[in-house]
């Protein structure tokens, strides 16, 4: 069967599945019986395009490239379930901006979708964070699937690993390195000893820092996923707001020499302990064990270590963003949820 | 649907298959709508009992934590086919002994199971890297589903996590430490200066050494994991003989000294090499810097990092071994596998 593929939000990581699809088509086809053709794209910059035949994305691909606009393609009109009806559309990659205060305009893209049975992925943070059982429900009572891979260390499959490979084992405590931005912040101050504000400097300098910092070194983007990942893994609503939270800005290169002289390291430590009938949801800089796993993780590199009954402790490290990274966990999804 | 699942190979990792289901029957219903019975248990010294409308599963945990055999529960009789047809199975957990020259007797109690619609998981390595091409083909042609999770690093979910978690990712490198033993015995060796032969005492005393180390001092244990990954990733039939295969022997604390003076250590590091258009497999001591993550995998456990075009590299570090450990791979693929 053609998987009918709408996309909403073209920025880089919707550009980036558009280029992986493009380039990964007879791959996907021969490998996967993953055989599709994309029908929609929506974002708000650069136009709605629509054609129930498939779209030239080859075509799209080298114009999103050369920085153009989707305009000499067929435009779409009406509202965002109508583009949906008229391009047939299957499944759905919704790669908007996170809205951590409202879901929007994440939410209503997907109440749309799920509602009509359409499979949606998202690497949206904020409607998975504000939403989830609402959109959880919906899907199933429309009989959609519903899937967030991206929204946690981008491409790196802890969240099929935790959900599906590990089916059946139970997790009692969970801790790790789940914003990039800190961790290449102090990573920088122990290998090289400048300060926090020189490092956070050149984290901006090489992308990885946005110019207000504040999500990332107060911790906010890490208490987000500790926030989905006990949703997911434990069922439980924490706001984000109620998580014990505090960032990287204290941190001085003398701190994490004085680590290092005990063995250890300091790292941004995002948690769940669910262990001894608690349940402790915690983001904090932490003294890490130089024989630990994560304390070898630096620069924008993710982690998790994860205890559990019946396999003790399991981790798994990988790229925590990115744009290729992100757009992966997309197509992940994507090849999981497609009909036979 | 109610799954009928027998049991085939009843030592310490079958056993430990019992067990689980015994104690989490609520936990699988609620969570996974994993309804089951087990309707069949064969073991060469055990016996065969057999009753379609589930076997005391309670009664017979208890029975085998006390080391009797399973004498006082309903025999069943006839030929390997027929007890799967009179125990109406509809999935098989295989966990008899590996025998990496013969594959037997896996491969006629997955051949007998497949060819009738049954659903098997295997923790055998001897059917997966001798005849995995005639099963997955069998499996195909009868419709049932055929997995071995717990072949490579137990119930850690590295297979799960290549061919589901990563799917449309493109493996180019991959290399990890994939037998305990020699990683018991060299991390021994590093931390403690005792030589190869007082390592090799410690860790058959401790039950991680056989009494014939060979297979996994000399790197076959191992090399056969390679030559499943091979096949499983790259479709290649890579005999373990024509693997560059060098075991552990050679080490002297000496060895292991030097390399910790050039910020590095010693591991027994199993690998695949599919970038710049060649094919190379491996078993080989190999120096890793300190700051790589593999190096700070000590003891039994087992780590892979995997070289991707999409993710850059994934390291999942985990359990290789353990009689509750490679029970939950058979769980996790149990539950992959079940009909709705």
């Known amino acids: 069967m053609i998987q009918n593929i709408a996309l909403v939000g073209c920025g880089n990581v919707g550009t980036a599945l558009l280029e992986i699809l493009n380039e990964k088509r007879t791959e996907l086809s021969e490998k996967h019986g993953f055989i599709f053709r994309v029908t929609l794209i929506s974002d708000l910059m650069k136009g709605t395009v629509l054609d129930p035949e498939g779209l030239d994305l080859n075509q799209i691909v080298i114009d999103l490239k050369e920085g153009k606009n989707l305009d000499s393609f067929p435009k779409g009109q009406g509202s965002f379930g109508e583009l949906l009806a008229k391009s047939r559309t299957t499944m759905m990659a919704e790669a908007t901006p996170t809205n951590l205060k409202t879901g929007e305009p994440g939410i209503t893209h997907i109440r749309a979708a799920l509602s009509r049975g359409i499979h949606v992925t998202t690497t949206n943070k904020g409607p998975v964070a504000l939403a989830f059982d609402e959109l959880a429900t919906l899907a199933k009572s429309c009989g959609a699937k519903f899937r967030y891979e991206g929204v946690v260390m981008s491409g790196t499959p802890l969240l099929h690993m935790l959900q599906y490979g590990m089916a059946g084992c139970t997790v009692l405590k969970l801790e790790g390195i789940l914003n990039g931005t800190t961790n290449f912040i102090l990573s920088k101050m122990g290998e090289t000893g400048v300060s926090y504000a020189e490092a956070l400097e050149e984290a901006a300098s090489l992308g ?133």
């Not at 946005?210 to 906010?220: I, L, N, R, S, Y």
């Not at 434990?234 to 680590?259: H, L, Y």
Request: aromatic letters at 4%.
């Open 208 to 340: 990885y820092a946005e110019a207000d910092p504040t999500g990332d070194v107060e911790g906010w983007d890490a208490a987000a996923k500790v926030s989905i990942l006990a949703k997911l893994l434990f069922g439980k609503n924490i706001p984000v707001s109620d998580i014990d939270r505090q960032g990287i800005t204290c941190i001085t290169p003398e701190k994490i020499k004085a680590a290092h002289e005990h063995g250890c390291t300091v790292k941004l430590i995002a948690g769940i302990n669910a262990t001894n009938g608690e349940f402790y949801t915690y983001v904090t800089p932490k003294e890490i064990s130089l024989s630990h796993p994560l304390a070898s993780i630096n620069g924008p590199t993710n982690a998790v270590s994860i205890l559990t009954d019946n396999l003790g402790e399991v981790t798994l490290i990988g790229p925590g963003a990115g744009r290729i990274e992100t757009g992966q966990a997309l197509l992940t999804d994507l090849i999981a949820m497609r009909k036979n």
